[in-house]
C-alpha cells in the first residue's frame, strides 16, 4: 500500500481516531500512476460532479477566507492525487536545481474522496493536504450526507 511506513503513520495521525485504522480509510488513497488517475478522473468528471452536487448541494467544502461559490465549482480531491509534501517533510528531500522534489501517488477517484470546491479554495489549496481538523470535518459532512 504505502511506500514507506512514515507515510503511512503520517495519514494514520491524520485521520485516524480512538479504534480507527487507516483501513477504514482505505477509499481516499490509489497508489497507481498519478498520470493513469488523472485519466480516469478526466473521464468521469461530469458524472461525479453531478452526485456531489445531489449529496453535497452547490456549496464549498473547504471555506478558505478566499472562499467565493460565484468564482466557480470545481471537483477537488481531498487527500490529493499526488503531493511532495511527504518527501520534503518526512525525508528532507530537496529540489535539484530547476526542479521539483518527487511527488508520491496517494489519493484516489473514489466520491469518499472528492468534495465540490469553488475555484478560489481549489486553486489556494492546490496539492497540499488540509489540516487534520479541517480534514476531519469534511470528513464528518460526507459521512452525514451518506446516512
Not at 12 to 30: P, V, W, Y
Not at 116 to 142: Q, T
Amino acid at each position: 500500500m504505502f511506500e514507506f511506513e512514515a507515510d503511512r503513520n503520517y495519514f494514520e495521525a491524520l485521520l485516524c481516531e480512538d479504534r480507527e485504522s487507516i483501513n477504514d480509510f482505505k477509499n481516499l488513497f490509489d497508489f497507481r500512476p498519478v498520470d493513469k488517475k488523472r485519466s480516469e478522473f478526466n473521464q468521469e468528471r461530469n458524472k461525479l460532479l453531478v452526485q456531489l452536487l445531489s449529496s453535497h448541494g452547490r456549496n464549498c467544502m473547504l471555506q478558505f477566507p478566499m472562499c467565493d461559490i460565484s468564482s466557480g465549482i470545481n471537483i477537488d480531491h481531498l487527500i490529493p492525487l499526488a503531493t511532495n509534501k511527504l518527501n520534503k517533510e518526512l525525508r528532507n528531500l530537496v529540489a535539484e536545481p530547476g526542479q521539483k522534489v518527487r511527488s508520491q501517488s496517494f489519493g484516489s477517484n473514489h466520491l469518499d474522496n472528492l468534495i465540490i470546491a469553488c475555484a478560489n479554495c481549489n486553486n489556494h489549496k492546490k496539492h497540499r493536504i488540509i489540516e487534520r481538523e479541517k480534514l476531519m470535518s469534511i470528513l464528518r459532512i460526507k459521512m452525514d450526507a451518506k446516512g
